[in-house]
Structure formats: structure tokens, C-alpha cells
């Protein structure tokens, strides 16, 4: 008897220890199929749109230009008699340069002066005459042809001398032709004549070549997408390669408020200070402008981008699950893009997406990226 209940005890022991045996490897099993099932789940890292697109700068090339340039001709006909100034000299306006000999000038001026001395002498009689007869008149002393003889004498000798005082101011103007000056400020970058030339205002050859360079030009061709960065009073930097690491301050003075119709380009004059003559005109430079970002756009990292055949696509997380979302970008900085349109800054975008990445699959989250 005893023996039996001691055998019914240990079956029972065994029971138990099967059952526990049992119910552990199906928990077991159970968090297998659960860490399976959410291993099966691909993991992602995302990070947050950036608020601003960073600023960029445009580079463009230009030839540096004088503010003023101007050849200088004579106005006079007659032989070089000195010259002043010669190539790399600086000159002020008003400044003479060169002076002619024009003796044929100074003979046709003195003989304009004596003839303008007797019309003006001829004028006097004239006057004192007709003064005479108008007084002679109102007594009936002459006769009012005799009057008007007289007046008709006085307005001619009056046309006539006024004929030679213009005559004598021409020629004055021509004699003051034979100082040749210079226009404005600015440094003589040629002399292409010399004492004893012979000088003809129809002749073709300039006698000096003046350049203003207290402020330089620079003219560049903008492309139309950035039209806006060279607005009128803008800022611009400009560098040479003559002076590595140095930049020279500028700013837009004025653009040719039209597109080329050929280039699709702006052209755009931006004025340089060039005071101590440092930069010479005609040197190749750099332009440099800001291209501010737009406050209301969005950045993304290049890594982000999906290229599929129905267009650019970027993976956004939404409910746990993978949407692909099509987007407009606006411009490219290399490693990361603006975006246009298509995302919201409160968008989770997927990094490094896989190619094969389809629109609703699930996806868990594993980190999320600061930039």
C-alpha cells in the first residue's frame, strides 16, 4: 500500500516537471517568433529637415575696366610744338598736356581783332550820326529821309560789328585749341606723338589716351538663375591673381536690366575703389557674390535622395511605416540639397535608404541624427 502511494508521488513529480518543461519552450518559442518578427522589421536612422539653406557664394570672372577712358585728339591744325606729360603720368582736369603751333590761326586772329576794331569804330560814327539827324529832325532841319538814312546806317554798322566780334570769338576758340588738356582726372596710359608732328584735327591718330582710375568697372555676364544676388547696390567682392588672398570691397552700381537673349546672362557693372592705384585697369579678376539661402526653406543631406523612374523620391517615416514622398529641389550644395518643395520640417526623412525600399513598408526607428 505504502509502496504505491510512493509511486503515485513520484509520477505526479514528473508530471509536473514535464509540464513546467513543456510550458518554458513554448514561452521560449513564443519570444523567438515575437524577436523574429521584429527582426523581420528593417531598422532606419532619420534626421530632421534643417530650417535655412546655408549661404553660398557665386564666382564670376570680369575684365577690370577705367571708370573713364578716352582717347584725346586735336582740335587745331598746326605742328606739335611741346608735349608735357608723357605715359604713367597722373593729371588733373584743366591740366595742358601738349601745345600746337598754329601760326596761320594767330595771323587770321589778329586781322579778326583790327577788323573788329573798325566795325566797332564804324559803329560809334554811326550812332553820333544818327543821334544828329534824329535831334535835326524834330526841328525840321532835314528831311526824314535824311533821318532815316541814318538810322538804317547805324543798325547796319551795329550787324556788322557784332558779325566781327563772332568772328573774333572763333578764332579765339581755335587759338585756345592749340593747348591741348585733359578732360578729367585720370593717368596718361599713351603718347602716340612727339615735337614737330605735324597735327590735323581730320587726322585719325589720337595724341593721348587718358584713364580715370580712382574707381575701376568691372563688367560680368550673371547667369539669369541668379539674377537677384546682383541687384543694384549689392555688395560684391573682387579678387585678382595678382594679389593672392586679398579681396577689394565693390558693389553693383548698375545692371543692363535685361536678359541676353543669346547667353541667358545679366550683364552687371560693379565699381571698385581703386584710390592708391594699386589694381591696373585691364586685370583679370574674380567677382564674388552672396547667394543668400531662403528662410523658408528646407535642407536635407545628399544621402537622403532616392532616384526612382517616376522621379526624385525621399523616404519619410510616418506611423511606423516607410512613405516615399516626391520632392522639388531647388539647389544643389554637394552634400546636402535645398529643397523646393515636397517636405515638412517636421518630417522624419530616412538616411542611406535602400534601393528597393517600397512606399508603406514598416520600418522601426533606430536613431535620429542631429546635423
Known sequence: MRGSILLSGVAVLFLVAVGFEISGRMHAETRLAETTKAQAVPAVRVI?????????????????????????????????????????????????????????????????????????ANLRLAKITADR??????????????????????????????????????????????????PFDGVVTARNTDIGALIAPSGSRELFHLAATDTLRIYVAVPETYARAASEGAEASVTFDAFPGEKFTGHVARNASAIDAVSRTLTVEVDVENKQGKVLPGAYGFVHFSLTGARDSLTIPANTLLFRREGLRVGVVRDNKAILVPIVIDRDYGDKVEVKSGLQATDKVILDPSDSLISGTPVRVTAEKGE
Not at 529637415?49 to 575696366?65: K, R
Not at 541814318?150 to 587759338?175: H, V, W
Request: proline content about 5%; cysteine-free; aromatic content about 6%.
Open 133 to 182: 539827324a534824329v535831334n535835326l529832325f524834330k526841328t525840321d532841319s532835314i528831311a526824314q529821309q535824311d533821318r532815316d538814312n541814318a538810322l538804317g546806317a547805324y543798325d547796319a554798322a551795329k550787324a556788322n560789328a557784332l558779325s566781327r566780334q563772332a568772328d573774333a570769338a572763333r578764332l579765339e576758340q581755335l587759338q585756345s585749341f592749340e593747348k591741348v588738356s585733359a
Open 48 to 120: 530632421s529637415p534643417q530650417g535655412e539653406a546655408p549661404d553660398q557664394e557665386l564666382m564670376l570672372p570680369g575684365n577690370t575696366q577705367p571708370f573713364s577712358d578716352t582717347p584725346i585728339f586735336a582740335r587745331t591744325t598746326g605742328y606739335l610744338k611741346k608735349w608735357n606729360v608723357d605715359i604713367g603720368a597722373h593729371v588733373k582736369q584743366g591740366q595742358v598736356l601738349a601745345e600746337i603751333d598754329s601760326p596761320e590761326i594767330d595771323q587770321q586772329l589778329r586781322q579778326a581783332r583790327a577788323d573788329l576794331a573798325t566795325a566797332e
